[in-house]
């Protein structure tokens, strides 16, 4: 039983020694850990590739084993003077997120390891970069279009750099700088862009302001007249209404109504010092008429006028 025991944990040793040696390229074994990727060489030659995390067979002392990182890199692109199309210098500083793909092209493609790749990588970047940015205008750099031409920098460097074993993942434009002279220019030209819009925009409110107020003032006339109308029509009917009370006032008992009608004009007429010259007989004095119908005296001094005095006794 202790026999096996110690053969079990000299073989455990054993293996555990194995992939030691594994891990730094020497021994039967070879380790490929999480994150790396290994081409082995025999006589120089490809005979190997690991490209996922675990364990695999190697002649040792005859075999070669190259390895290279799976992970995401990053690269920071050296800065670039662009002309834009219409005609304005840009400083452009930008960075790449590129992995190896497939490690067996970029050995064939990059014998000089990742130093030769990154020459590489930033050489195809500051290209592209240089072409599609020359094609448009600061305003699209800027502000419009920037995602549209990051995507289309990492489409062109991907498609230049597809046989060497890599794939861009991203390129970004970190930085955007102008130059003194140019920035003037470009403040010049977006505040007299500026100013244009505001003229235009002043310019169609204005109109809009007079449009309003045109249509408020007629909307305004015709609710002045609707409304005189309104009233026209009401007063008219108040008239009405009014004359045909009168009417059955006066139907009712007609002496009344006059002398009431005669009281009215007296006390809107005759005021305190008011003279009146006119005949006893005139229609004015009518309701100062004696019942038998004769006529009332005349005023004395300009007062009310008093009743006649009554005729004496016949002997």
């Excluded at 695999?56 to 003077?81: C, E, G, I, Q």
């Excluded at 497939?102 to 020459?119: K, N, V």
């Excluded at 009401?234 to 009712?252: H, K, M, Q, V």
Aim: hydrophobic letters at 40%; glycine letters at 8%; aromatic letters at 8%.
């Amino acid at each position: 039983m202790r026999r096996l025991l110690l053969l079990g944990l000299v073989t455990l040793a054993m293996l555990a020694a194995l992939v030691w040696a594994g891990s730094l390229g020497i021994g039967p074994v070879l380790y490929t850990p999480e994150g790396r990727q290994k081409v082995v060489l025999l006589f120089g030659n490809p005979v190997n590739v690991q490209t996922e995390p675990g364990l695999s067979w190697r002649v040792p002392l005859l075999d070669n084993v190259l390895s290279f990182d799976a992970r995401y890199l990053y690269l920071n692109t050296a800065p670039s003077k662009i002309q834009t199309r219409d005609q304005e210098r840009l400083f452009v500083d930008s960075y790449v997120i590129w992995r190896i793909e497939d490690p067996l092209r970029f050995f064939a493609s990059f014998p000089g390891g990742i130093e030769q790749a990154e020459s590489r990588i930033d050489e195809v970047v500051r290209a592209d970069v240089r072409d599609v940015i020359g094609r448009r205008t600061i305003p699209e750099v800027l502000t419009d279009a920037r995602i549209e031409i990051m995507a289309q920098i990492t489409d062109n460097a991907n498609q230049e750099l597809a046989g060497n074993g890599i794939i861009i993942r991203d390129v970004r434009i970190n930085r955007t700088e102008l130059p003194p002279a140019t920035t003037q220019n470009v403040y010049a030209r977006m505040r007299a862009e500026r100013e244009r819009l505001a003229r235009k925009y002043r310019a169609e409110g204005d109109e809009q302001g007079r449009t309003i107020r045109a249509e408020a003032d007629r909307e305004a006339l015709v609710t002045v007249a609707e409304a005189r109308k309104d009233s026209e029509i009401l007063r008219g009917e108040g008239d009405a209404r009014a004359a045909g009370i009168y009417a059955d006032a006066y139907n009712e008992d007609s002496e009344f109504y006059g002398f009431v009608r005669s009281l009215e004009a007296y006390r809107k007429t005759l005021g305190k010092g008011t003279t009146m010259v006119l005949p006893p007989s005139n229609e004015f004095f009518r309701a100062f008429q004696a019942p038998s119908g004769g006529t009332p005296a005349p005023a004395v001094g300009g007062g009310a006028p008093v009743a006649p005095p009554a005729e004496p006794d016949q002997p």
